[in-house]
Nanobody, 114 residues
Framework: QVQLVESGGGLVQPGGSLRLSCAAS????????MGWYRQAPGKQRELVAS???????TYADSVKGRFTISRDNAKSMVYLQMNSLKAEDTAVYYC????????WGQGTQVTVSS
């Protein structure tokens, strides 16, 4: 049974940083593309960043230069380092494993506010 568990969310002031983590289990992690998505209130879920098994990365234009996605296949973990956070980054952040229709974690809330 595939499980994804996110952690690391919280309340941070504008300009601050957070590091999100996603732990995967029940699957051979290293061969799948992993992604971080977010969903703000009243908005559709959107792709923030993704990383392939070859460590190729993509980013939404809104986070380029501020967020960094990484993975540790030995630990079955994917991370999202978020710097220079803005109020508009406030959302629930989800990790996703790209296999078939995909697997999702339960999400972690990130709130950027003074």
């Amino acid at each position: 049974q595939v499980q994804l568990v996110e952690s690391g969310g919280g309340l941070v002031q504008p300009g601050g940083s957070l590091r999100l983590s996603c732990a995967a289990s029940g699957i051979i992690f290293g061969i799948y593309t992993m992604g971080w998505y977010r969903q703000a209130p009243g908005k559709q879920r959107e792709l923030v960043a993704s990383i392939t098994m070859a460590f190729s990365t993509t980013y939404a234009d809104s986070v380029k230069g501020r967020f960094t996605i990484s993975r540790d296949n030995a630990k079955s973990m994917v991370y999202l380092q978020m710097n220079s956070l803005k109020a508009e980054d406030t959302a629930v952040y989800y990790c996703r494993l790209s296999r078939g229709e995909g697997y999702w974690g339960q999400g972690t809330q990130v709130t950027v506010s003074s």
